[in-house]
């Protein structure tokens, strides 16, 4: 074998390590989709709470049942923008795995699966003891910051450039805690200008040459 064969070769068992190891497949364009879906949520909540404080100057005053509308909205809101996220993360990673010809469920995706879910599931049940206990103004951090981690946790699982994003996503959690009445702005920022900024670097730096 030629010099050039024994590099392709090595470069080949590299390759199918990475892949038993980790799950590669991931689509920047998925960090896009969910950056956009991020931002418009954003904006709808504060069209919701801009009608909500109308209603609320109206009246002179507070109303409870009003405001267990205002959350009930926004919860919705937030499952809706979840939904919308993980679809289209999937509709783009789905694609990117058909272009690569590999398996989509495989040991790695598994892993992957359940590292990221511990610290969501776990982030999940502490918020929504916050909104029980009425501390809604540790929502958006709280959640920037849990959501941070899970990507921390999953980096080990899949590509390593992940754990940036994690970093990114609980510095913006920590700074949000000493601005809590503008969490909307830094789950915008969290949630919708970082994953497109992470989105467009992946795709630049993993998936231009497919494309081209």
Not at 66 to 83: A, Y
Request: aromatic content about 14%; glycine content about 10%.
């Amino acid at each position: 074998m030629t010099d050039q064969q024994h590099l392709q070769t090595i470069t080949d068992i590299k390759r199918m390590m990475e892949r038993s190891s980790r799950f590669i497949s991931l689509s920047g364009l998925s960090g896009v989709a969910a950056g956009i879906c991020g931002l418009a949520g954003a904006f709808i909540a504060k069209l919701i709470f801009d009608a909500y404080y109308v209603r609320y100057n109206l009246r002179g005053g507070y109303d409870e049942a009003d405001f267990r509308n205002l959350k009930l909205n926004l919860v919705i809101l937030g499952l809706c923008v979840l939904l919308a996220a993980l679809g289209s993360g999937a509709f783009f990673t789905l694609r990117r795995v058909r272009k690569m010809q590999v398996s989509v469920w495989d040991m790695s995706a598994r892993k992957l699966l359940i590292n990221i879910l511990i610290p969501l599931v776990t982030g999940g049940f502490f918020i929504a003891g916050l909104i029980y206990n009425h501390a809604d103004v540790l929502v958006a951090p709280t959640s920037l910051i849990f959501y941070g981690l899970a990507l921390i946790n999953a980096s080990k699982y899949t590509l390593s450039d992940v754990r940036y994003l994690g970093l990114c996503e609980i510095v913006v959690g920590l700074i949000n805690l000493f601005f809590l009445r503008k969490g909307l702005y830094f789950w915008a920022i969290g949630f919708g200008v970082l994953h497109i900024v992470y989105g467009i670097l992946m795709w630049w730096k993993y998936e231009r040459k497919l494309t081209l």
